[in-house]
């Protein structure tokens, strides 16, 4: 969330807040996008929504683009303009408070031995994890018996991603914020591993534990099934390596994900014998990474 009228101002865009065609949104003379006049662009301070009344919606990170030319510049502008969260709009006479996403309170520091036992079991180091990823646990509540990787976006905690310790838990192995909670980032849009990244080429795994092992510069999809939201969060980025696992499933989709990546300058994939990136030992993934980058 940003502050969207202040970024106008500062960019010379002029806006309008009342109107014909506007409602309860920014308008915006002419769409960034189809190029048509009378305000039938708008955007929605409280979501973050653009719409054009001609060319349909689009997304915020998209609409910066327009503007500022430049993917890389989309992130500083995200950062820049990021608004407090204590922050109050005033959105045609409604109050509106920006979001303040606090993770659960039953999520502590505190790992028991079994969680400890579980990540050394996996080959992770528990205190090189803490240090990098701010890793916690949960010992009741919804997501109890679970390690969790709170996800982060410029820089502020906006979901969070559970696996659970316990071996005969096959229902549900991976945990989110449930929507009614108010992520800031729900579960459709949640990348994993986003705010590590820098430069234009990132690889692309499955799950947490891929990317903390092959470490920056590499995301979690966090499943083979994923979002336009999601894919248009990847429009910063130039070339990818997709990094799958092997089993025939999760290979259909990386191609269904490569025809998606339609702006990239190169796409490769990463063929390996094992399982999953989370089970390379140190000395590939040096490897891996050298390829890479």
Request: net charge positive; aromatic share 14%; with cysteine.
């Amino acid at each position: 969330m940003i502050d969207l009228p202040k970024y106008f101002f500062d960019r010379n865009i002029e806006t309008k807040k009342t109107g014909k065609n506007i409602g309860k949104y920014i308008g915006i003379n002419t769409c960034l996008f189809c190029g048509i006049g009378g305000y039938h662009l708008g955007i929605s301070q409280k979501t973050g929504h653009v719409s054009c009344w001609a060319c349909g919606s689009h997304s915020l990170n998209e609409l910066i683009y327009k503007i500022e030319k430049s993917w890389y510049k989309v992130n500083k502008v995200l950062a820049e303009y990021v608004l407090d969260a204590d922050k109050l709009i005033f959105e045609d006479e409604e109050k509106i408070v920006v979001k303040n996403y606090k993770l659960p309170i039953e999520f502590v520091e505190k790992f028991d031995e079994p969680y400890k036992l579980y990540l050394k079991n996996r080959g992770f180091d528990f205190l090189e994890l803490r240090k990098k990823y701010n890793i916690l646990c949960c010992n009741s509540g919804r997501a109890r018996y679970r390690i969790i990787f709170p996800v982060f976006e410029n820089k502020i905690v906006v979901n969070w991603v559970a696996r659970t310790i316990l071996a005969n838990d096959k229902s549900m192995p991976y945990m989110f914020e449930k929507d009614s909670n108010n992520p800031i980032v729900t579960r459709k849009e949640l990348l994993y591993g986003l705010d590590d990244c820098n430069g234009d080429t990132v690889i692309l795994t499955e799950g947490v534990f891929d990317k903390v092992n092959i470490g920056t510069n590499c995301i979690a999809m966090l499943s083979i099934v994923f979002s336009k939201e999601q894919i248009l969060k990847l429009r910063r980025f130039k070339n990818f390596f997709i990094a799958f696992d092997n089993e025939e499933k999760a290979q259909k989709r990386a191609k269904v994900l490569e025809s998606y990546l339609t702006w990239a300058d190169n796409i490769n994939y990463i063929n390996f014998d094992k399982k999953d990136l989370a089970l390379f030992d140190k000395k590939e993934v040096l490897e891996l990474r050298r390829l890479c980058f």
